[in-house]
């Protein structure tokens, strides 16, 4: 599928655009041409300016200078809903949900279907609906609300929404973040078939590997620039990650040996009625015992458990041998335990504070003198993190909700990790992430357990797991199902406990 | 090797058709708020008529219809504009200015009823169209905006007033007999408040702009991305609150002929009450016109009940109060327990 620039013009471009927000330049002079029946990939660090980008082929943004040329011709999209009579679907970063209404609304919304008299064609509206969520292979009911949906839920409702027109142009900001194997080899194999079917597609992830398996096309963006524009089959997943990030990474999983110490965070019988039962275990000083399982296994549930966000109907959690109230989150703040939230968006950030606010939220105590927060004490602190996880930002002061979503991302870590925990839970810490951070992550969990962290890490990237856990704990509907240190985890073994294949391998 | 775990997820079986109890969570929170003032309102209305008989005679009962419907109505008016997260507190200095000058448009003249509430919503159309471009337009908070409408719309009422009043006898017969007709023994009045309840219901249920107000308030930057365009429908929302708290102001002068300039002031307090008591959250998206209509059905025969109980009518106001509060509260909780429900019976 090379052999597109020759063939059909492309169906949307942009030339020559440049974008600024205040001294922020998000986009310098970007070209991009996105050709009928071609996937097309966008890549860059977090920031790079990539959801800028395209905002401003949805028409969310006006750009500063340049063009957006649908057909070959200038077009000005006056608001997303120009962009979409032009048959442009987004999908964006952040699911924007109606929470108080049905999820067939939430998709339909402003395009009902309509009877005579121009009343909404209610029965068609689910039946549509429950068929998209059929192609999707999902089973969500058309007409419960959109409020209570997990993360990966809404994405699909996005997703749903993105496909429920005929869209000559599908642009997805992604979408695969918080989906499982199963969901998005479905939303490829749907992608697949409208690119067959001529649409154009553009494509987000920080998932290389899906890059390569969608793909035909990859434009590279740093700082806001457009790097390059290459046909996939000329790339390795290396020179991607040279044209990201400018610079060869270093080692992926940078693992350090560490001292393990005494038990830091005992977990003994926790159970929660249908969710997990009898879950036991321990995390020692020094090491990072990681929480694998597949998507709804249970393990997320476990941690807010442990913290004190969900109630627990049994078991006892105990942080450096003294026992925690169960249900209470303050009492495990004081206890020392921080815990990184799977969503970070809704639990995680106030949106419309500032990013030294944000950070400093957590640590009051730390940068209060006499009752007063001190300024000057909260941008120190803010600094040093922004610094230490290479967060883009223009101001310290600015608020968070203008950063790119990596960069909110990174904020919440920041966020917890400033309380100087010493038993650390993290959801999910890379999701979102690009290459090069997703690296200075590890390195920074890694040395945090060498100073004698206990770190608790919940994940759904493999090759993290297996790269960063000193002891893979598995869980499997509800149950741990097996304990395998470092040395005997592997792909095979985390994967067959995962899937319930040997259940009786768990060390006593 | 760079297998994400959940790549190799065993296939999910054919997706079985999720038991829809979230669906029926909601509904049947719904219907509880709905229940609960019904049963409130049939309690009331039993406790009063036990202590005093008249209370449900003929008479009193024409009276309740009579007083509640201006109050339904100013709720539904009120409700589409909370629905999109905004609020309007002008609806009852509207009221007046109407009346006023409805009033003072027909005394001594032969005018009929359809020109005196034509005239009546035209005026408060043009009230509701000047707050709702300051808020959607001019971008301008709608709590500041419609408390200065509040103002404004008061001193023009004074003014044209100018210490005068509206007497019934100047008023044309036809005027008057659509405050105290019937039609098969119901008042006019408690009919048209229905009518319009009925209609703004079915538009609300079933238009793609009804349905665009509920999406407005539950999340604006949704809306935003949806392109709902949010500045028109707000607009709109503000235009009809106006218009219906003019068809208000007329059917006031209608009702009760006399009319000084400072009818219905402070009656906005009461309606936003009944409005949040029926169920419509003072935060947007969620409720209805019906339950609104509740509301200020409760609200009316709270007060009617205390004036055939003989009660000082302060305590009408402490009680309005109560139940606000009680009503912002029950709504705030259950917000939170329906979501956490929600969060809990979702797959994952
Ligand atoms: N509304 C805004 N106001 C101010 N700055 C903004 C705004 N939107 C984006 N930015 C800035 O523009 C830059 C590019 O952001 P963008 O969201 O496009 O990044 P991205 O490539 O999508 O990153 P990620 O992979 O983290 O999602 C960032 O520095 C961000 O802080
Ligand atoms: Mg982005």
């Known amino acids: ?508 | 090797m760079k297998t994400a775990l959940s790549a190799l997820e065993k296939p999910s079986a054919a997706p079985a058709p999720e038991k829809s109890d979230a669906r029926n969570l909601v509904d049947a929170v719904f219907r509880a708020r709905e229940l609960s003032i019904g049963g409130a309102l049939v309690l009331l209305i039993l406790g009063t008529w036990l202590t005093n008989h008249s209370f449900l005679d003929s008479q009193g009962v024409k009276d309740l219809l009579l007083n509640s419907s201006i109050l339904v109505l100013l709720a539904v008016g009120q409700s589409v504009v909370v629905a999109t997260r905004n609020i309007d507190l002008s609806v009852g200095s509207v009221v007046g200015l109407t009346a006023f000058t409805c009033g003072d448009f027909v005394s001594g003249t032969s005018h009929g009823p359809l020109t005196v509430m034509l005239l009546g919503i035209a005026i408060g159309a043009l009230c509701g169209l000047v707050s709702g471009a300051l808020v959607s337009i001019g971008k301008v908070p709608a709590l500041v905006v419609t408390l200065g409408m509040l103002y404004v719309v008061q001193g023009i009422d004074y003014a044209l007033a100018d210490g005068g009043q509206i007497n019934a006898v100047n008023l044309p017969d036809p005027v008057l007999s659509l405050g105290s007709g019937s039609i098969l023994g119901i008042p006019y009045l408690p009919l048209i408040s229905v009518a319009v309840l009925a209609a703004t219901a079915y538009f609300l249920r079933t238009y793609r702009s009804g349905r665009e107000l509920y999406a407005i308030g539950s999340s604006p930057e949704a809306a935003r991305l949806a392109g709902i365009p949010i500045r028109r429908r707000v607009l709109v929302a503000y235009v009809f609150s106006g218009a219906i708290a003019g068809l208000a102001g007329a059917l006031w002068l209608a009702r009760f002929g006399t009319v000084v300039a400072n009818a219905a002031s402070g009656w906005e307090l009461t309606v936003v009450s009944a409005v949040v008591v029926g169920g419509v959250a003072i935060t947007g998206g969620v409720g209805s016109v019906w339950g609104a209509a509740l509301g200020a059905l409760l609200l009316t025969t709270i007060s009617g009940a205390l004036i055939v109980l003989k009660v000082d009518p302060f305590w009408e106001q402490a009680i309005t109060g109560a139940l606000l509060i009680l009503a912002i509260t029950a709504d705030r909780l259950v917000q939170v327990r329906t979501t956490n429900a929600l969060r809990k019976r979702s797959r994952r």
């Open chain 1, 1 to 508: 599928m090379n052999d597109s620039d020759a063939g059909p013009a492309p169906v949307l471009a942009l030339k020559d655009v440049s974008k600024s927000f205040g001294a922020v330049r998000a986009l310098q002079d970007v070209s991009l041409q996105l050709f009928p029946g071609e996937a097309h990939a966008l890549a860059g660090e977090n920031g790079a300016g990539k959801s800028t980008l395209i905002k401003t082929l949805a028409g969310v943004h006006r750009p500063d200078t340049g063009q957006v040329l649908l057909d070959d011709s200038p077009v000005t999209f006056h608001g997303p809903a120009d962009a979409r009579d032009a048959g442009i679907a987004v999908i964006y970063q952040e699911p924007t949900l109606f929470p108080d209404l049905s999820i067939a609304e939430n998709i339909f919304m402003g395009r009902q279907p309509r009877r005579a008299l121009g009343r909404i064609d209610r029965k068609a509206v689910h039946a549509a609906t429950a068929e998209l969520m059929a192609r999707l292979g999902v089973a969500l009911d058309p007409q419960r609300p959109a409020r209570g949906l997990s993360i990966a839920d809404q994405q699909i409702v996005e997703i749903a929404k993105a496909l429920s027109f005929d869209a000559r142009v599908l642009i997805m900001d992604e979408p695969t973040a918080a989906l499982t194997g199963s969901e998005t080899a479905r939303l490829f194999s749907v992608v697949e078939t409208l690119r067959a079917e001529g649409a154009a597609v553009l494509f987000i992830s920080h998932r290389l590997e899906e890059i390569f398996q969608l793909c035909q096309r990859v434009t590279t963006l740093r700082d806001g620039r457009w790097i390059s524009s290459d046909p996939i089959g000329d790339l390795t997943e290396d020179d991607l990650v040279r044209r990201m990030v400018g610079r060869d990474l270093g080692e992926l999983y940078p693992k350090q040996q560490t001292e393990i110490g005494e038990a830091a965070l005992s977990v003994r019988r926790l159970t929660r009625e249908g969710v997990f039962r009898d879950v036991s275990f321990d995390v020692r000083r020094g090491e990072i015992v990681a929480l694998a399982g597949l998507v709804g296994a249970g393990r997320s549930e476990v941690v807010q458990a442990v913290f004190g966000v969900d109630r627990a109907d049994a078991g006892e959690v105990h942080v450096d041998g003294k026992r925690l109230t169960v249900g209470s989150p303050t009492a495990a703040m004081d206890a020392g335990v921080a815990l990184v939230p799977e969503d970070r968006r809704q639990r995680g950030l106030v949106m419309e504070m500032s990013i030294e606010r944000n950070i400093a939220l957590t640590g009051l105590d730390q940068v209060r003198r006499g009752g007063l927060v001190r300024r000057s004490l909260e941008q120190g602190r803010a600094a040093d993190w922004s610094v230490k996880l290479q967060l883009k930002y223009n101001k310290l002061s600015d608020s968070v909700g203008v950063l790119s979503g990596g960069n909110q991302q990174k904020v919440v870590l920041a966020k917890w990790l400033a309380t100087e925990p010493s038993v650390l839970i993290v959801d999910e810490p890379t999701r979102g992430i690009d290459v090069g951070t997703k690296a200075e992550v590890h390195r920074l969990l890694s040395s945090l357990a060498a100073e004698g962290l206990a770190v608790l890490m919940v994940s759904s990237d493999l090759p993290e797991v297996l790269g960063m856990a000193d002891r893979v704990l598995v869980m499997h509907e509800g149950r741990l199902v097996a304990e395998l240190p470092r040395t005997e985890a592997t792909e095979e073994s985390v994967m067959a406990a995962a899937t319930g294949r040997n259940g009786k391998e768990r060390a006593a």
